[in-house]
């Protein structure tokens, strides 16, 4: 395509030339006719006459001009044969444009099919082979991919949902354990040694499952013996309650790199009054690879405003002394 252009170049300039000699000599050919008309050339085209134009009157200037039209000779016949000589000349000059013309259209026109053609192929998505280069840029976006999953799960850490909602279960703004209705502490048999004496290590009350804690620690949670319990809480308002969260350490916190004491399966009832059996408000799977912080959204017809609450385990993920619970949240709004 570079090419045509040059060679459509190339045929305009030629013919722009041609155009601009031709304007200036058709201009000298006019004013040369006139000049021979008059008899100041001769037969040879040598200027036989000179003078110098001076100013004179209007009336003067038509006088002289009406002598030197009758001071014309016409019977040498000189007027007649510079009239050929400048018709031989034209024809020769419209034989020279052509012939330019001719050989400037021959030039482009016969340049234009050694010029390989262009065509568009699309290819179908069969046929598409992804090349070295393509196979890099699809490494590179899935390690994107990757790299923006790491950072939304850093985020998430950092940052969890649940940390966004209100907590009506936190004890410093009045939530309270109830004990009869809790199942009892676990009691561990690890024992340490003051002055040689074997003092079993305290246990961990239920309260610190209602402190609200994001950051958790191995080892600050209360512990209920086996893979069964509950957990009663009276809320400081009645809440109409629509998620609840649960909370234990990750595996990657975990010394071991498990976690079979977390609890798996679990239900959450609420009522209002202590001596009512309380309503199933939803049962949830809490998953052992996930985050920290698990918040599990209560199904719309279970929604509703409670006092209290209460959290049933109904199995953990496989440890058989114990289950531990690091924290739990009730989310929603006041009772209008």
């Not at 041609?18 to 058709?26: A, D, G, K, M, Q």
């Not at 290590?201 to 958790?216: C, D, E, N, Y």
Request: some cysteine; charged content about 20%; glycine content about 6%.
């Amino acid at each position: 395509m570079s090419q045509l252009c040059c060679l459509f170049k190339m045929f305009c300039v030629r013919v722009t030339t041609t155009f601009v000699f031709l304007f200036f000599f058709t201009d000298m050919l006019r004013r040369s006719l006139r000049l021979l008309l008059n008899g100041y050339y001769s037969f040879d085209g040598v200027p036989t006459v000179s003078y110098k134009e001076t100013r004179v009157r209007r009336c003067r200037s038509r006088r002289l001009l009406n002598a030197r039209t009758t001071a014309v000779p016409a019977e040498d016949g000189s007027g007649n044969i510079n009239q050929k000589n400048y018709t031989l000349k034209t024809f020769c000059w419209i034989i020279i444009i052509f012939f330019s013309l001719f050989y400037g259209c021959a030039y482009l026109f016969s340049a234009l099919p050694s010029q390989p053609s262009e065509t568009l192929v699309t290819p179908n998505a069969t046929d598409m082979v992804l090349t070295p280069g393509c196979k890099d840029l699809e490494k590179l976006l899935a390690n994107q991919h990757e790299v923006l999953l790491r950072i939304k799960k850093e985020v998430d850490y950092l940052l969890p949902p649940a940390d966004l909602l209100p907590n009506f279960a936190l004890q410093s703004q009045g939530a309270r354990i109830l004990h009869q209705m809790t199942s009892d502490t676990y009691q561990s048999r690890e024992t340490c040694s003051l002055y040689g004496l074997a003092i079993r290590r305290p246990a961990v009350g239920p309260t610190i499952v209602i402190q609200g804690k994001s950051h958790l620690l191995p080892g600050q949670c209360w512990a209920f013996a086996g893979s069964k319990g509950r957990l009663s809480i009276a809320l400081p308002y009645k809440v109409s309650i629509s998620h609840v969260t649960l909370a234990h350490i990750p595996k990657m916190l975990s010394p071991t790199g498990t976690i079979p004491s977390a609890p798996k399966e679990f239900s959450v009832f609420g009522k209002n009054d202590l001596l009512d059996e309380g309503s199933l408000l939803g049962t949830f799977l809490y998953n052992e690879d996930g985050d920290r912080l698990q918040t599990f959204k209560l199904p719309d017809h279970k929604m509703g405003a409670f006092t209290y609450i209460t959290l049933q385990v109904k199995s953990n993920w496989g440890h058989s002394e114990y289950t531990c619970l690091y924290g739990f949240r009730v989310h929603g709004k006041l009772e209008e």
